[in-house]
């Protein structure tokens, strides 16, 4: 039974920073990469950027390069996605997934306000 879930989001003002936590179990990660996506109101849902678990390899979406860290700690089987300098438009909620986006999280809403 695959879980992910996200931790983190909140009320932020514009210019702060935020560390959202994604925490797995079930899902044989070695193999694999997970990634982080947000869905904004009225929008679709794109992928900020995903972590490849050997290696630690990372990609992220062109326009958020910068702003937005993803990264891992494969003890506690947790991805954290570290946002800074924070922007009324990164208001959304975020989700992780794996990669293949066959496995989704609840999501954490993330409002810069």
């Known amino acids: 039974h695959v879980q992910l879930v996200e931790s983190g989001g909140g009320l932020v003002q514009p210019g702060g920073s935020l560390r959202l936590s994604c925490a797995f179990s079930?899902?044989?990660?070695?193999?694999?990469?997970m990634g982080w996506f947000r869905q904004a109101p009225g929008k679709e849902r794109e992928r900020v950027a995903h972590?490849?678990?050997?290696?630690?390899?990372?990609i992220y979406a062109d326009s958020l390069k910068g702003r937005f860290t993803i990264s891992q700690d494969n003890a506690k089987n947790t991805v954290y996605l570290q946002i800074n300098s924070l922007k009324p438009e990164d208001t959304a909620v975020y989700y992780c997934?794996?990669?293949?986006?066959?496995?989704w999280g609840q999501g954490t809403q993330v409002t810069v306000s």
């Open positions: 997934a794996t990669c293949d986006r066959n496995y």
């Open positions: 079930g899902y044989t990660y070695s193999r694999n990469c």
């Open positions: 972590i490849i678990r050997n290696g630690g390899g990372t």
